[in-house]
């Protein structure tokens, strides 16, 4: 099979690590993926479907491991989760990898926000890995409850009056919580939700 992408490479080496890293760890691999991509900058080659582990990725990673942000960076935040095992974080990259390219958003529940609720300045208080933040945006319009992953764990997603989604989605380890912190951030019933069907895509 013609290695068309990043992608491609990396399922080839999910097969058979040792004939492309030495040793097998997340942060060879890393140095491995760092040196493709400059590879393609220096050659001016531009992939048809690119790895996107600088944004999307990434970011998808921390919410993933449920780290507030995503500055650590995907290695050291796998790296985390197997307490700095570099064979085991490799073995877990590929497991993510793979629920990340086959993710599909379900929405288990939906809000449309009464404009008597919402604040003309909405301070969004995030509870995070070992830190609590509040920022500042103008008021969601709507509210999601939704899930993509095999984690118990669901994510709120606030989008504004056009329908474009606010900063980023929250994790919450159970659906009762997720639905009681909106209760008290927007003093809302949760008889007011609406609940999407459990047969979803």
Request: glycine share 4%; with cysteine.
């Amino acid at each position: 099979m013609p290695i068309k992408d990043l992608g491609d490479l990396l399922q080839f080496i999910k097969k058979r690590p040792g004939m492309y890293i030495n040793p097998i760890s997340l942060n060879q691999l890393r140095h491995f993926i760092s040196g493709y991509q400059s590879a393609l900058h220096i050659h001016n080659i531009e992939e048809l479907k690119p790895f996107n582990s600088s944004v999307s990725f990434h970011d998808w990673v921390a919410l993933r491991t449920h780290y507030s942000e995503s500055t650590s960076g995907w290695v050291n935040m796998i790296l985390d989760q197997t307490d700095g095992n570099e064979e085991e974080a490799f073995e877990l990259f590929f497991k993510y990898l793979s629920e990340y390219e086959t993710r599909k958003e379900r929405i288990l529940y939906e809000l449309s926000l009464p404009k008597q609720n919402t604040p003309k300045v909405w301070k969004k208080t995030v509870e995070g890995y070992e830190m609590v933040e509040v920022f500042c945006y103008l008021p969601p319009a709507t509210v999601q409850i939704i899930k993509y992953t095999e984690d118990p764990g669901v994510f709120i997603r606030y989008k504004d009056s056009l329908g474009k989604t606010i900063e980023r989605e929250d994790y919450h380890s159970s659906l009762q919580k997720a639905l009681y912190w909106v209760s008290m951030e927007f003093k809302v019933s949760q008889e007011d939700w609406v609940k999407f069907s459990a047969r979803q895509p």
